[in-house]
């Protein structure tokens, strides 16, 4: 189950436990499917592999800027779950490193996603972009602060520096057929940078 997609039923009330099951078996399907085909997947075919009937899909999802909302929104609030899991299992300064990893594989890999739901924006939520970023924000933030006070990261870091050195790597290697394992080394480069001593953070 993806954590936090709770919309609820069209008219406001919470959904039946059947309607929940089908709301989240497309959205389950669909984010299989754009991880595989890219925005232009087949909203058949996600109806198909999620078990309903294609008058259930657009009952959930009137349109596919919908569909790819509720995607994209998923894939966000999993990165930001990855961040509270990895604070409670690995020490800060690592916990810091193995999520920026994952924020640029995200980065890399949902580049047509974003750019989708960009170009699509006047049927949709103009809102999305915004708050997906303050959620990745604040789930570094927590992180960061975590790495500061452990000593693993210099003072004068912010995340929003972090961030950005992402989003350059994620650019540098769009459009690569390896770009995920390159933008990956090219982070484990950047962020020895960050190491306020000898040795390296990750």
Known sequence: MLEGNTAPAPSGRPMRADARRNYERILAAATEAVARHGAEASLEEIARQAG???????????SRQALLEAVFRGK???????ARDLAATQDPGRALGAWLRAVVTHAVRNRGLAASLVHGASGGDPALGATCHTMILNAGEELLAQARRAGAVRSD?????????VSAISQTTEGD??????????????LN??????GTMI
């Open 52 to 62: 309903v009937g294609s008058a259930t899909l657009h009952r959930h999802f009137p």
């Open 76 to 82: 966000v609030e999993a990165l930001c779950a990855s």
């Open 157 to 165: 870091v912010s995340i929003a520096d972090l961030l950005t050195l």
């Open 177 to 190: 057929p390896g770009g995920a394992v390159r933008a990956g080394r090219l982070l484990d480069l950047a």
């Open 193 to 198: 940078g960050v190491h306020p001593g000898p």
